[in-house]
């Protein structure tokens, strides 16, 4: 509907342009907008007042030449001049039934819209160290980085879903410090287990997995392990304790240490898989960190920064010029040790996201990663890329409340609810919807009480019941031994008089408009705010009016409109990853 209305008003523009209004008039893109209020009519455009100054005339005699050039339509009813110059149109009766015939034409593709024009975006999201699993926090991040891929793919984008594992650095390395440490214990070694390190009952797990396996292949005496390690908190430092171990770990094991490491990934890995497919989240590619280095990218980057006078050595380290690129301070991307900083990684990785063809690079990243963009950024800018192909969702915590408390998460204590916990406990509906019924840069209060209620309060359960109510109709009808004609629906469509009926037809044709603007501004909770109020219309019009009437012609026209309803309904909650079910 909102495209046809454009459609008008361009060839209005084109008619006039060169003429009475400026030829740049016929290039002009008219800006239509739902009004706010249905008084005014349903659509308005502001064309007129933009137009004004370069045509030397008054924004409301402009809107009157406008109006007076639109080509006649079966669409529009009336139009009209308000305010300062804005060009308000009612739609006729008839518009609203052919979307209804739309809806029921296009099926499970109504709404979907080519705004993406065929571009491609990389989408990256959770991406959360494997270093346990997943919690409640990366659920939000989950539900709201595939949220938007599906809204991404619903505007005609090429969409590629990407988890960025971080198999390499220091937290894997306390990773498999942790791992064998525990694996030494099951081994009859006896030591206080390091404060900084991951203590988890995966761990435990893992280790025993381990010593299955491997059996004593991997044993080192508690005395040796420990020797010349710095003392541990409080007595001394968490960090150069932990540190110590590491290195220790390396010189004992050799070659073995990237086993006891891997072994631990691969174990984590596999879990974070498990529980992000069966949360209705399936990436395209898991790309390891490590790769970067392995296939050289990591020093391609490097290299090119040393070409262009982008870095320069200070204090034994390599330094990155950030700052000459819009940067608050310089990175460093190789340490006075040798070993490249996760800067330079972000730098390599970002780099060949664009050398794999990615048009645009949307990154979903946690509320902690505020200093990202311009850095990110930065390197893109001395790759030699555009740097406004990256664009950064930060996504606020998610803070679980049971009976009023709030519930404390922390991966390295071990004491944390897990993704998984919480899928068992409200299902993958209520996760799913409840994550994303906010803005992802506020911070979301996950009421668990609410989430398992059956009550019009709940929202995944107020959208569900509305699908499964109309379903339960269509149930009745065929008990009833009546039959469904939907030719005879659709000729019958002018037979909705009723308010209810009105209202309910303008909320569908809205859906759309609802996808497209989600996904410019990567909010699905705007399209599960549209969930809520067309489920709404529909539970009002179904308390108001009986469907199964004997009149056979008004009886199809309505079944048409809620099986429309129901539609739009089952699209929208695809979008979020939600179900439809037809029975509740």
């Not at 081994?187 to 025993?208: H, K, L, Q, T, V």
Request: hydrophobic fraction near 40%; glycine fraction near 8%.
């Amino acid at each position: 509907m909102k495209t046809q209305i454009e459609s008008l008003v361009a060839r209005a523009l084109q008619t006039l342009a060169g003429d009475s209004l400026p030829a740049e008039a016929a290039e002009i893109q008219p800006r239509i907008e739902r009004t706010r209020d249905p008084r005014h009519g349903d659509f308005a455009c502001n064309v007129a007042m933009t137009l004004s100054r370069a045509a030397g005339r008054n924004p409301r005699e402009i809107a009157a030449m406008i109006v007076a050039a639109l080509p006649e339509s079966d669409l529009v009813s009336a139009t009209s001049i308000a305010g300062p110059g804005f060009i308000n149109f009612q739609l006729a009766p008839r518009a609203f039934e052919l979307e209804v015939e739309a809806i029921h034409k296009q099926g499970s593709d109504y709404g979907r819209n080519n705004s993406g024009a065929g571009r491609s975006v990389i989408v990256e999201f959770v991406s959360a160290n494997p270093t346990g699993p997943l919690h409640v926090g990366h659920g939000r991040g989950a539900a709201y980085g595939d949220s938007v891929a599906n809204l991404l793919d619903a505007s005609g984008y090429r969409v590629h879903r990407e988890y960025y594992v971080n198999d390499a650095g220091r937290q894997m390395d306390i990773l498999a410090a942790s791992i064998w440490l525990r694996y030494l214990e099951l081994g009859g070694e006896a030591f206080e287990f390091p404060s900084n390190g991951y203590r988890g009952g995966y761990i435990r797990e893992i280790a025993a997995s381990l010593r299955n396996s491997e059996g004593d292949r991997f044993h080192r005496s508690a005395a040796t392990v420990f020797a010349d390690v710095p003392a541990d908190a409080p007595a001394g430092d968490k960090e150069t304790h932990i540190d110590g171990l590491v290195r220790n770990m390396r010189l004992l094991l050799g070659d073995d240490y990237r086993s006891v490491l891997d072994a631990g990934l691969k174990g984590i890995l596999t879990d974070i898989r498990e529980d992000l497919e069966n949360f209705g989240v399936n990436m395209d590619e898991w790309f390891s960190e490590r790769s970067l280095t392995d296939s050289g990218l990591v020093g391609t980057a490097i290299e090119k920064l040393k070409t262009d006078n982008l870095a320069y050595e200070k204090d034994g380290a390599l330094w990155f010029r950030a700052t000459d690129l819009g940067d608050e301070k310089d990175r460093v991307v190789v340490r006075e040790n040798g070993q490249t900083t996760y800067i330079a990684s972000d730098i390599a990785y970002h780099l060949g996201k664009r050398q794999r063809g990615f048009d645009e690079l949307l990154d979903v990243l946690g509320a902690d990663h505020h200093g990202y963009v311009a850095r990110v950024r930065a390197g893109l800018t001395a790759m030699g890329e555009p740097p406004e192909s990256l664009e950064v969702r930060l996504v606020q915590f998610a803070v679980l409340y049971r009976g009023g408390e709030k519930v404390q998460m922390s991966t390295r204590s071990g004491e944390f609810v897990t993704l998984r916990e919480l899928r068992e406990e409200v299902g993958n509906d209520a996760a799913r919807l409840f994550y994303v019924m906010r803005s992802n840069d506020q911070h979301l209060d996950f009421d668990l009480e609410l989430a398992k209620s059956r009550s019009n309060e709940n929202p995944v359960y107020y959208i569900q019941y509305a699908h499964a109510r109309i379903c339960s109709v269509f149930r009745q009808l065929h008990e009833n031994g009546q039959a469904w004609d939907e030719q005879g629906g659709l000729a019958a469509l002018d037979r909705l008089q009723q308010d209810h009926e009105q209202s309910l037809m303008r909320a569908l044709s809205r859906y759309p408009e609802v996808i497209e603007l989600a996904a410019v501004n990567r909010a699905p909770q705007t399209l599960v705010n549209f969930l809520r109020e067309l489920a709404n219309e529909f539970h009002t019009y179904y308390n108001a009016h009986t469907f199964l009437v004997d009149d056979a012609g008004l009886r199809n026209a309505r079944l048409m409109l809620i099986a429309a309803a129901r539609q739009v309904l089952r699209n929208g909650l695809a979008v979020v990853g939600v179900s439809a079910p037809e029975s509740m």
